[in-house]
């Protein structure tokens, strides 16, 4: 099934997750000698003072876990490959920089998003790009010119980013669907044979898995803007290196992606700036309507491993396209529900 590269799959596993448990305490340290922390007040409501500097642990368990695996190179045909690495390698670190800052000095969003755009243009200049469409219709592939694919790209890795960064509001919530979306994706890679790239979603699975050892309910650190933004361009990427899997990125992340675009409206309804932080996302909601942190965050990896798990066992993409449909009205209908109580 993996091509006869069970074993270097396993320790880029193993890698991934040595180090990020490894390093997730130095960034556990980092935060509270630097006083980079969390405290209890305002949107979240844990308990004590974390450090917000624990996605340098990931961050280090991911790249290590990268490098391990490219000491001995799995053979690929496709001469693009090493430019879509070093495009994830290089956007991944500007990211991981720009949370570093935010964390430290609390930037305004405007250079956030310009940090994000950016990040996207080296990912456009790797060729790591959202060309390529099959119409679930007609089934056809549909290649999109440069005037349509680079702004499309730019919106897509911002639109990610912003997902994951807002996602991470509760313990374990973000990591964990990361974690989910890194399992889907190899397994896709692995039945298209796309044996050279896989180690770059099984890195990213095992540096999730060795941070969620400190991030699960109730978390030791927390992720921060430097984890977050960095796991919101891998996704962004690797969805579009694993053959531009749109509908499948999108049926592992549909939930958060619903919530952002209500939350954005929501807040401009009420007159609110729509990028200023509050309780008004899904997660928070269900928190403040009851639902235990646990009960949620479960919710959620369930829900991305039931619906990302049917993307890879429906191969119509029209049926793809009615199940993104379905989960989009139900969430919807709960967002209401719960908006309409308040």
Known sequence: MFGGY?????????????????????GWWLGLRWEIVAR????????????????????????????????APIPTIDPLESRRFWGLVGGGLLMFALGLTDDRYDLPPWVQYLGYLLAAGVAIAALIILEQFNNPF??????????LYIPLTLFWFTGMTVTVNWLDGLDGLAVGVTAIFAVILTLHMVRVEQYSVAPQAIALLGATLGFLVYNVPPARVHLGSNGALTLGYLLAALGLIAGARVATVLLVLWIPIMDVAWTIIDRLRHGVPPFLGDRRHLHFRLRDAGLSTRTIVTLYWGCSALFGTLALLISSRLYKLLALGGLGVLV??????????E
């Open 332 to 341: 919807l209908a709960v967002l209401c529900y719960l908006s309409r109580k």
């Open 40 to 71: 209890p007040g305002g949107r979240r409501q844990h308990q004590g003072v974390v450090s917000r500097l624990g996605g340098i642990g990931l961050v280090l368990g991911f790249y290590g876990a990268l490098a391990y695996a490219q000491l």
């Open 6 to 26: 069970e074993y270097r799959y396993l320790f880029t596993l193993l890698t991934g997750f040595g180090l990020a448990l490894l390093f997730t305490r130095l």
């Open 138 to 147: 007609t089934n056809t592939l549909l290649n999109l010119p440069a005037w």
